[in-house]
């Protein structure tokens, strides 16, 4: 099974792996070893980007002040890893964006 699962990996993810893995192989490792490699160099990629897709798909809700929208998209923000993308611009973004009032979006 090791060796079908790397067979079966593309050429940059083979590579991922085969860096991760140092002084050894991958080939140096049992099917369950090589699966657990995987989803520690993918597993978080696919978390993250799924919190993000999820960060800015919220939307103000009729019950929300601004503030309490502001404070929720503060809490899933927290979740998005926004250091490299800017946290801030983010936030400011999605603020404006989710809004009900479509004249503070002007």
């Not at 085969?18 to 696919?46: I, N, W």
């Not at 998209?73 to 009032?101: D, P, R, W, Y």
Request: glycine content about 2%; charged content about 25%.
């Amino acid at each position: 099974m090791r060796s079908c699962l790397l067979a079966s990996l593309t050429p940059n993810a083979f590579e991922e792996l085969r860096r991760s893995c140092l002084r050894t192989t991958p080939y140096d490792f049992t099917y369950d070893e090589c699966v657990a490699k995987m989803k520690e160099l993918y597993g978080r990629r696919v978390i993250l980007m799924r919190e993000r897709a999820n960060f800015f798909r919220i939307t103000q809700s009729d019950h929300q002040t601004p503030k309490q929208f502001a404070n929720c998209l503060c809490e899933a923000a927290g979740h998005c890893n926004f250091e490299s993308f800017n946290t801030e611009a983010a936030l400011v973004l999605q603020f404006i964006n989710g809004m009900k009032n479509e004249e503070i979006k002007l």
